[in-house]
Nanobody
Framework: QVQLVESGGGLVQAGGSLRLSCAAS????????IGWYRQAPGKQRELVAA???????SYADSVKGRFTISRDNAKNTVYLQMNSLKPEDTAVYYC?????????????WGQGTQVTVSS
């Protein structure tokens, strides 16, 4: 089992910045990839950024150049630095972990954190 707790959301004006944190606990050794997803009202959940256990990163086109995903292995925490925020970035942001251990794969979600960008 892996538990994920997001924090750092809030209300910010357009052009501002926020840093989201995803703290993992439990069988963190089994985590292969952590992704940040977001879901706006009436829209499907979408992948924003991801980082693998090897440190490789990927981003949605809509956030490239504005968002940066990183991790602190000592703290078992993944961050999403969001700069130049736009009203269309408003959504609930979720942390997601893919795990692999003992021949079994699993997927875990955090509870989400609200990000609201005002124009």
């Amino acid at each position: 089992q892996v538990q994920l707790v997001e924090s750092g959301g809030g209300l910010v004006q357009a052009g501002g910045s926020l840093r989201l944190s995803c703290a993992a606990s439990g069988r963190t050794f089994s985590i292969k990839r952590i992704g940040w997803y977001r879901q706006a009202p009436g829209k499907q959940r979408e992948l924003v950024a991801a980082i693998s256990s090897f440190g490789s990163t990927s981003y949605a086109d809509s956030v490239k150049g504005r968002f940066t995903i990183s991790r602190d292995n000592a703290k078992n925490t993944v961050y999403l630095q969001m700069n130049s925020l736009k009203p269309e970035d408003t959504a609930v942001y979720y942390c997601n972990a893919d795990t692999q251990a003992y021949g079994m794969g699993n997927n875990y979600w955090g509870q989400g954190t609200q990000v609201t960008v005002s124009s």
